[in-house]
Structure formats: structure tokens, C-alpha cells
């Protein structure tokens, strides 16, 4: 069956250092993957799209990587803030334009 | 501008009653989609309509889930009768036409609980 991994343990890192949140998959060939930010008693919220013929793609302090052969999607946060805190949500789109939701990682940054 | 909106926020009822709940979209979003969270799962989609059209609704859990967007506007999320297992949050999220812009607006989330 379809499954999408992510941590579910917390990670704990100081301000300032880069966060590393992986994203792992499996029986699936998603067209696009997204990365979503959620804050507690909110949406999730949309920060980035990366294609599958695309390897990687940054947006300010956030880099997402995309290896299909690896089956794995890894978003960084460089020089991280408290303000950073929160859940973030792998999400598979197969073409559809209907993500498919992983249970999400725990970010806390320590100041 | 405003964002996505839902009514209530939280919901208690017991089981066999009947729920219903509200999602106004972004403005000029023609599309507009039905999430679930269950306690401890991932969030999970329920259903996609194209104004007021279901495109998809593959993701209904059973027949004790109704949803309408009359006009094209707002949409309604009804449960009835309520039971144990729908207890979670309910996203209601919007976007554009996806092949220009590919990115959904969600909501705060309704968060019900059947007693």
C-alpha cells in the first residue's frame, strides 16, 4: 500500500542551526511534492512545490530536495528561529491537484 | 483580503444527532476541497468541487456525509447521524484553477467531537 513517512518524533534544535525534516515514501510516483507549515489550532499552510524532474528549489531560508530514485524529500530551514516552531507536512500529488497528506514532523527551535 | 473561513470552530454533539458545518472560500476561488483529521492519522481528503460541481468526492468515508456548495459560493459539510468515528477536525481548503496555480488556502478547521 501507498505510504508516506515522516519523523514522528520531534526535533529539537538550537536557534540559528539549519533544520533538516525528511520525508520518506513508498508504492508511490507523486507528479509534485509539497512541503506545508501547521501552527497549533490552524490550517496547514502551503510554503513549497517541487516537481519530480526537478531536484531541488529554495525559497528564502527554506530548501526542499526531491529524489525519485530515493523515494525521499528533504526540507531544510537554514538559520532557524523560534518563530520557525511548528509542524510541517509532506504532502504527494500524483497529478491529481489532491495532496496526500504524511502525519508530519514536530519542529522546536530553542532560542 | 480574507482568508478561508469555517463555522464553528468546535462542535460537541452526541452521537445520532446531526452536524453541519460551514466553509466560505477565498473569494473568486472556483475550487474547493474537504479534509479530515482523525486523532493521530494524517490529514485525508474527502472531496473537490469545481464550483458547484462535485469533481471528485472518492474520499467520502459513507453515505452519512453529505456535501453541497449551492451556487458556487460557500459549502456545507453535513453529518447525520453523527457517530463516534467522525470525531476529528475538518479542513475546509480553496484555490484557483490548479493547472495555473498549483496551491490550496486552508482553513482554521471545525474540530468535532461526537460524544
Known amino acids: 500500500s501507498q505510504k508516506i513517512e515522516q519523523n514522528s518524533e520531534a526535533l529539537n534544535i538550537q536557534e540559528g542551526k539549519t533544520a533538516t525534516l525528511t520525508c520518506n515514501y513508498t508504492n508511490y510516483s507523486p507528479a509534485y511534492l509539497q512541503w506545508y507549515r501547521q501552527d497549533p489550532g490552524r490550517g496547514p499552510v502551503f510554503l513549497l512545490l517541487i516537481r519530480e524532474n526537478e531536484k531541488e528549489k529554495r525559497k528564502e531560508r527554506l530548501k526542499v530536495t526531491f529524489d525519485t530514485t530515493l523515494k525521499q524529500s528533504l526540507f531544510h530551514i537554514t538559520a532557524s528561529q523560534p518563530a520557525d516552531s511548528a509542524t510541517y507536512l509532506c504532502?504527494?500529488?500524483?497529478?491529481?491537484?489532491?495532496?496526500?497528506f504524511g502525519r508530519g514532523t514536530s519542529l522546536i527551535v530553542h532560542p | 483580503e480574507a482568508g478561508v473561513t469555517q463555522f464553528p470552530s468546535h462542535s460537541v454533539i452526541e452521537k445520532g444527532q446531526t452536524v453541519t458545518l460551514r466553509c466560505d472560500p477565498i473569494?473568486?476561488?472556483?475550487?474547493l476541497y474537504w479534509y479530515r483529521r482523525v486523532m493521530g492519522k494524517e490529514i485525508k481528503f474527502l472531496l473537490h468541487?469545481?464550483?458547484?460541481?462535485?469533481?471528485?468526492e472518492s474520499g467520502m468515508p459513507n453515505n452519512r456525509f453529505l456535501a453541497e456548495r449551492t451556487g458556487g459560493t460557500y459549502s456545507t459539510l453535513k453529518v447525520q447521524p453523527a457517530e463516534l468515528e467522525d470525531s476529528g477536525v475538518y479542513f475546509c481548503?480553496?484555490?484557483?484553477?490548479?493547472?495555473?496555480?498549483?496551491?490550496?488556502?486552508f482553513g482554521p478547521g471545525t474540530r468535532l467531537t461526537v460524544l
Open positions: 481548503a480553496s484555490s484557483q484553477d490548479p493547472l495555473v496555480v498549483n496551491e490550496q488556502f
Open positions: 473569494s473568486g476561488h472556483d475550487n
Open positions: 468541487f469545481v464550483k458547484e460541481s462535485k469533481q471528485d
Open positions: 504532502a504527494l500529488d500524483r497529478g491529481s491537484y489532491i495532496p496526500t
